[in-house]
């Protein structure tokens, strides 16, 4: 009983340090998803930019590597932010057609890479002509993350080993009381005062009904009949 | 006194509060240090690229204040980045060359200033930024919540794992002796019968409490040797006071035994919920013509539509299998769905796995509600079937969350190998905690005369159509379509939505517990059930004098609310009316019940789309609400006219259902 | 010199980028004589023979180039092919504008029996409607000895460009009443304005005979601005672009911005804005269309006329500045400043 009772304790230390350490983990993912967004928000506005500037462009038929002035505007864009690696303006099949960085020009990259922020570029008919990609440095992301982590840990630590212990020591105190209300129980006479009013009744009756002569005098009960 | 598995389960939720409150505080100031700068970084990269723009014009040739478009490119940027409110572009001598947005009210607003400097390096004007404080904070107070939710999440999944140990038989000796000493505490001295092998702390207690019965047994037969029926009357008094000559069975665990599985298995489903409908879209490739918002849509619909359709059909099969043998083929199903969603990446066959996967959940779903309404005594049905509902409430709490985790870290398809690996650890605690199946070999299938039967029992069909089919109806159709939709126009996003969408299950999930415990103690499940309807229903009235979120989370609240007070007891008197049907069998009741249910499901997003149409949002919701109110006033009246003919029906019944 | 990958990037049809192919390597290695070309310039060398020739060039194609110019005057055509033909036997003749190639090629329902050039191969470039011009019965296969490359930009999006630059209700329009390409032109300036509540001024250019002349010409523009016209359109008009040395400065002095149809009058006239078909691009496309029929041996009539869907919007900032009218700052980011 008592090992029962110890490794149920045990069992709910882990489980409050678990569900401590489940939320903390899940705080950090939520807040580091935001920490992306409002990071990559920024990278979303400059490709957006871009694109308006395309998007307007094409309506007028100017088709997207016609653009050339969208190499200008891409390399002015990527020199006002220090964490833009660069900013690639790519057709509807990947191809870097414009890039802030020369050297990217007729590369084809895929899809969304980790990294990088990518925005359609449509034209009237809202099909999508190419894209802008801005690749940024995932330093800036790290660097956030770490941050975020740094402070999150700092609290949720103590919090986690806390809590465990809390759950150990209050689950103690409980065993405690329990086997101490176990040894009381096995002794009718530490009974609780519920159950010891009960026997005592019950065992008045018992004596009256065994022996209703001892109690004859005492009470009317026995002369009812 | 309180035991230890109840004061540890209390003394956890207390503890995990704190904790997880710390976790909170540490986020909010994570929030601020981190978070916040970077949302105002983004009004810095305006700014800069604004004055990039004009300082382009400018070294083109046009002249400074000769600009042309200045408002309506800075109107754009204004428009496109909700935390700008105020652009300016102004000269060095106080001249505005464009302006766009109206300053906040906040009488010292954080700002952003670029300087827009000629080549030659001499400044020309300053583009002045104003950020709006009240929604970078109403951002990070959106972010708090989610932080909250997650703690929120935490707590119940602890307390589920909690229940799942307080649950095994491992503690049966712990119980035993929790057990005695409580009833000794409240001066009940009768003898137990539940744990099978005696634990040394129990056994003195036991043999005490034996001696007394012999001596009470022994008094007993003395005064009826000696013809003494008032001393007979005495002990028969105080044995029925104290539970002398009583035998006490324990608990009833029937759903306490049934939830950690459940829990489980139900969160399997949900952990798909939030990347579900993309995976969907991303795998119909276009030479299947069906158009993405169907491609997304068609997989929820199928397993909906499956699952409907299979309640009636799965009642009476989990009731030949064993409710057992039903929850462990069951879950064995969806878990072998889960695996093959994961590793396909074809739209059919997805699709299929998907129609398989609900065939496993309507029989898991089917074999734990028989579990639990063939196990509990009807006193206690609404409490547990209330077990039952929260298991199913909190999975769909924790899940999403958990699931929407997974499938970032891992990728959406192997987020399904979580659904599976979930499923099966559901099946695994079904199958060692469920008693052993005992299948019924008898009966036949539920005929429609038996459904007809049914339908005659006492204000059965009264309670389906006036409050199971108008509950669900209004679930559907206001908090899962018309509030988002209507959110939706208003701007609000997506994950505000959600977050006012969690109002309802949070509510229940509270609320069901109690609300079951209060109805089967008063035993008053007609009234609970006709005033949650009335109190759901007529909540939608709130929204004829206004849409805004405030009075729209009340309008969920009252729902979930009401629906909290309603959604056990009904369930516990559909089962109960199950009794009256020829044979005695339940489950063409319960599957007809959960038939009817689910066609509210299904007819609510259709009938509410027209609805809105026709009538516009707060009409529609609050005629939907009005058909609630009547269906659960409907049901009222039914109660008067036959109260008279029902009032030897509880005994009757309870007997019928304790012989089961 | 321009390399494969940016000739690529120009996008010319997937029918260049096959000739640029193996194929074409493979006939280079055969090729032991340089295809001859005789090109026939309608006022001198421009950025579309430059174009037109860059394309050999970085195709690898040998080709012997043959130049004269008719100095503005169709009617020299015939004789410059009595003079060179015999002697240089062309493999292909390269045509600039509409005139020239009619002068050459003549319409397609001309009698058999009329002095055109039926045998050797005609690849156009700067023809606004070859079809209307009856260079060719349809662009899609021209079923004769001629195909080519079509430079004028859709006029409803030039309208809207123009809208973009500075909004208007008013817009005048010169043009010579003798050329269908302006006729068609200036009726799709029409039903635009009708559709969109604008005025349209038409103001025909004065005719000797069948001839338009100059004259008045400056006058024209006075009263346009008199009539209230906010923008002078420039269509895709051969004679047009010959006096609009005299109508620039005017429109100057007015204050009447010009928005033009064809790079000609931004880059070799003081044209404000326009949205056009590059020249050098117009010329790449025309070469692809002869690279086809003297590398790959298709028939002329098999290869389509195709439009070039590249343009560019190009602003005279010298200009916007001596009238004052500046295009919006946004404007930058997508055109093509000339200062």
């Not at chain 1, 402070?151 to 465990?164: E, F, H, K």
């Not at chain 2, 929604?135 to 999440?153: C, K, N, R, Y």
């Not at chain 3, 180039?65 to 004789?79: E, L, S």
């Amino acid at each position: 009983m008592i090992r029962i009772s110890l490794g149920l304790i045990l069992v709910f230390a882990l489980i409050a340090a678990a569900c401590v350490a489940f939320g903390a983990y899940f705080s950090y993912v939520t807040l580091q998803t935001a920490h992306r967004k409002a990071i990559e928000a920024r990278f979303n506005v400059t490709a957006a930019r871009i694109a308006v500037s395309a998007e307007t462009a094409a309506s007028l038929g100017i088709t997207l590597p016609a653009q050339a002035p969208l190499a200008d505007l891409a390399r002015r864009e990527a020199r006002l932010d220090p964490t833009i690696i660069s900013i690639d303006i790519t057709d509807e099949r990947n191809r870097v057609l414009f890039s802030s960085d020369p050297d990217r020009i007729g590369r084809a990259d895929g899809a969304r890479a980790p990294g990088t922020v990518s925005r359609a570029v449509e034209n009237d008919l809202a099909a999508v002509i190419g894209r802008i990609v801005v690749r940024y440095d995932p330093a800036t992301l790290a660097q956030g993350e770490a941050a975020l982590a740094r402070d999150l840990t700092a609290i949720a630590m103590p919090a986690l080993i806390g809590a465990g212990l809390a759950t150990i020591a209050i689950g103690l105190l409980l065993a405690n009381g329990l086997g101490r209300a176990a040894r009381r129980a096995a002794d009718p006479a530490l009974w609780p005062p519920a159950a010891r009013s009960a026997l005592a009744e019950a065992e008045a009756a018992h004596a009256a009904a065994i022996n209703p002569a001892a109690l004859a005098s005492t009470g009317p009960k026995g002369e009812r009949t | 006194m309180i035991g230890l598995r109840a004061g540890i389960s209390i003394a956890i939720a207390v503890v995990l509060c704190a904790a997880l409150a710390a976790i909170g505080f540490a986020a909010h100031s994570a929030v601020e240090r981190t978070i916040v700068p970077a949302i105002a970084a983004q009004a810095e990269s305006v700014g800069r690229s604004a004055a990039a723009l004009i300082e382009n014009a400018v070294t083109a040739g046009v002249p400074l204040d000769k600009l042309v478009g200045v408002n309506a490119y800075l109107d754009g940027l204004e428009r496109a980045n909700v935390e700008l409110a105020d652009l300016k572009l102004v000269t060095p001598d106080g001249r505005i060359l464009g302006h766009a947005g109206t300053p906040p009210a906040d009488p010292d607003p954080p700002t952003v200033i670029t300087s827009v400097t000629a080549r030659s390096g001499i400044p020309l004007a300053s583009l002045i930024i104003t950020i709006d404080p009240g929604v970078v904070s109403s951002q990070v107070h959106a972010l708090l919540v989610d932080v909250a939710f997650i703690g929120l999440v935490s707590l119940l999944v602890a307390l589920e794992l909690v229940a799942l140990v307080v649950g095994a038989s491992s503690t049966e000796a712990l119980a035993a002796l929790e057990a005695r000493v409580r009833a000794l505490s409240r001066g009940r001295l009768w003898l137990h019968t539940d744990a099978a092998e005696k634990s040394p702390l129990v056994m003195p207690i036991d043999a005490q409490v034996a001696r007394l019965h012999e001596r009470h047994a022994h008094a007993r037969e003395a005064a009826e040797r000696r013809g003494d029926t008032g001393a007979l009357v005495d002990l028969d008094a105080i044995g029925a006071r104290f539970g002398l000559g009583a035998v006490h069975a324990g608990e009833n665990h029937a759903a306490t035994i049934i939830r950690p599985a459940l829990f489980l298995f139900m969160m399997a489903e949900e952990l798909a919920r939030p990347f579900l409908p993309r995976l969907a879209g991303s795998m119909a490739t276009p030479d299947l013509n069906i158009g993405r918002d169907l491609a997304m849509s068609l997989p929820i619909v199928v397993f909906m539509a499956v699952v409907a359709l299979s309640q009636l059909p799965f009642a009476v099969l989990s009731e030949r299998l064993g409710r057992r043998r039903g929850f462990v083929l069951g879950a064995a199903i969806a878990a072998l769905s889960y695996v093959g969603s994961a590793l396909t990446d074809h739209f059919g066959l997805f699709l299929v796995s998907r129609a398989t996967a609900a065939i496993g959940y309507a029989l898991v779903f089917v074999s734990a509600q028989g579990h639990v309404v063939d196990l509990s005594r009807p006193q206690e049905r609404t409490a547990a079937l209330a077990v039952f509902v929260r298991a199913i409430m909190v999975a769909g709490l924790c899940g999403p969350p958990i699931g929407g985790v997974l499938a970032d870290r891992l990728g959406d398809h192997a987020a399904f190998l979580g659904s599976a690996v979930l499923a099966v650890l559901g099946l695994l605690v079904a199958y060692f905690t469920m008693p052993r199946s005992q299948p019924l070999t008898g009966g036949a299938g539920v005929g429609l005369s038996d459904l007809r039967a049914a339908l005659g029992a006492p204000r059965l069909a009264a309670l389906l159509l006036g409050c199971a089919l108008p509950a669900k109806f209004l679930l559907v159709a206001v908090c899962f379509y018309l509030v988002p939709v209507e959110l939706q126009n208003q701007g609000y996003s997506a994950a505000a939505i959600g977050r006012l969408q969690m109002i309802y299950p949070v509510l229940m999930v509270i609320g069901v517990p109690i609300a079951a415990h209060f109805a089967d103690r008063l035993n008053a499940r007609a009234a609970f059930v006709t005033a949650g309807g009335l109190i759901a229903g007529s909540g939608t009235l709130l929204l004829l004098v206004g849409t805004s979120p405030v009075i729209v989370a009340l309008v969920l609240a009252l729902l979930g609310l009401g629906q909290a007070l309603s959604i056990a007891p009904q369930s516990s008197m559909v089962a109960e009316a199950a009794r009256h049907v020829p044979g005695g069998r339940s489950a063409g009741v319960l599957g007809l019940f959960r038939l009817i249910e689910r066609t509210g499901n299904a007819t609510g997003p259709a009938a509410a789309g027209f609805l809105l149409a026709v009538a516009g949002f707060a009409s529609a919701s609050t005629l939907i609400g009005l058909f609630a109110v009547a269906g659960a006033l409907g049901f009222a009246l039914t109660g008067t006219g036959r109260r008279k003919a029902d009032s030897s029906g509880p005994t009757a019944l309870s007997s019928e259902g304790t012989a089961s | 010199m321009i390399d494969r990958r940016s000739l690529l990037s120009l996008g010319l049809g997937a029918g260049t980028a096959g000739a640029l192919g193996v194929p074409a390597l493979a006939q280079q290695m055969v090729q032991q004589q340089p295809y001859r070309i005789l090109m026939l310039t309608f006022r001198g060398e421009t950025d579309v023979e430059r174009g037109f020739r860059s394309f050999f060039d970085a195709a690898g194609v040998k080709v012997e180039f043959m130049t004269r110019d008719v100095d503005r005057n169709a009617a020299r055509v015939k004789p410059i092919l009595a003079e060179v033909l015999p002697t240089f036997k062309p493999d292909l003749i390269y045509t600039y504008g509409t005139p020239n190639t009619l002068a050459v090629a003549g319409p397609y329902d001309a009698p058999p029996d009329a002095p055109f050039v039926r045998d050797i191969p005609v690849v156009f470039a700067l023809v606004a409607a070859p079809v209307r011009s009856k260079i060719a019965a349809s662009v899609a296969k021209p079923g004769r000895n001629v195909t080519g490359a079509v430079h004028v930009v859709p006029t409803d999006v030039q309208m809207r460009a123009m809208q973009t630059y500075k909004p208007f209700s008013k817009v005048g329009v010169i043009y010579s009443p003798n050329e269908s390409n302006s006729l068609v032109v200036v009726n799709e300036m029409q039903a635009f304005c009708e559709a969109n509540n604008l005025t349209l001024f038409r103001q025909p250019l004065a005719m000797s005979g069948n001839l338009p002349t100059g004259e008045g010409v400056e006058q024209f523009v006075r009263d346009l601005r008199q009539k209230g016209a906010e923008w002078l359109y420039l269509p895709p008009d051969t004679f047009l672009a010959t006096v609009f040395n005299r109508i620039a400065p005017v429109a100057i002095e007015v204050g009447l911005p010009t928005f033009g149809s064809t790079e000609f009058f931004l880059r070799e006239g003081d044209g404000l804005v326009g949205l056009v078909s590059r020249y050098y691009s117009v010329g790449q496309l025309a070469a692809s269309k002869a690279v086809e029929i003297l590398v790959q041996k298709r028939a002329p009539g098999d290869i389509p006329i195709e439009t070039l869907k590249r343009f560019a919007l190009i602003i005279n900032m010298k200009v916007a500045k001596a009238l004052g009218v500046y295009p919006p700052i946004v404007m930058l980011n997508y055109a093509e400043v000339l200062s």
